[in-house]
């Protein structure tokens, strides 16, 4: 595998289930992030890692919980999630403190009925 | 807070003629990242620029970091149907607590 990796790349839950998003980052990054793409709308900046320690919580319901066992994996769990939380989300990864490029994975697309 | 203008928002053009794009803000970056997105992907990196005044290419896409460092363009010469897509713009501060701030995308459609 190269480069950044998520699963799955599609989901559809109820409001009341629990699932996790995974993120996988094979750049030797020191930074990861997740993001929310909903349509017309700019990427929404979720959750920032560096070294594993949370940096940034853009005011992100509590619904969703990120995890950062290490700064090659992220994952995201969801629970009770509400229909308006439909969307394409993305994790990303960085080397901070040198080139600041993001480089991004090809997203789960998320669907809460 | 901190915004990031692109336009257009949206643009048809002709396979062969050449796209113009840029993001301007009220505030001052020290990088400018241009991304492409397919429908169903996530972004894929194109160019990043670091200096002020700098003009990276990479192929036929051409972009460059303006002098006031609060704008950045992007052109793509002779287009093909494959240039379809969103265009992303990024902001990134990196001075304290380093930040990216996104333009909100211009969508492209190449006419064969």
């Known amino acids: 595998e190269t480069g950044v990796t998520q699963t799955p790349r599609h989901l559809v839950m109820g409001m009341t289930n629990k699932k996790s998003l995974k993120c996988e980052q094979h750049?030797?990054?020191?930074?990861m992030y997740w993001y929310k793409q909903s349509a017309k709308k700019p990427l929404e900046l979720m959750f920032v890692y560096n070294f594993k320690e949370q940096t940034e919580n853009n005011s992100v319901p509590s619904r969703f919980s990120p995890e950062c066992p290490n700064s090659s994996h992220l994952f995201l769990h969801l629970h009770t999630l509400q229909p308006e939380d439909s969307a394409l989300y993305l994790c990303a990864s960085s080397q901070a403190g040198t080139s600041y490029e993001q480089y991004f994975g090809p997203g789960t697309r998320l669907t809460v009925t | 807070g901190q915004q990031l203008n692109q336009s257009p928002q949206s643009m048809f053009i002709q396979e062969g003629e050449d796209v113009s794009m840029n993001c301007t803000s009220s505030s001052i970056f020290n990088t400018w990242l241009w991304y492409k997105q397919d429908p169903g992907e996530g972004p894929v990196l194109l160019i990043a620029?670091?200096?002020?005044?700098e003009l990276t290419s990479n192929g036929r896409l051409t972009a460059q970091f303006g002098i006031t460092r609060k704008d950045s363009f992007l052109n793509i010469s002779a287009s093909i149907p494959s240039d379809v897509g969103i265009y992303f713009c990024?902001?990134?501060?990196?001075?304290?607590?380093?930040?990216?701030?996104f333009g909100t995308g211009t969508r492209l459609k190449v006419l064969a």
């Open positions: 990024a902001g990134v501060t990196t001075s304290g607590t380093y930040k990216y701030i």
């Open positions: 750049l030797g990054h020191n930074a």
């Open positions: 620029l670091y200096k002020a005044g």
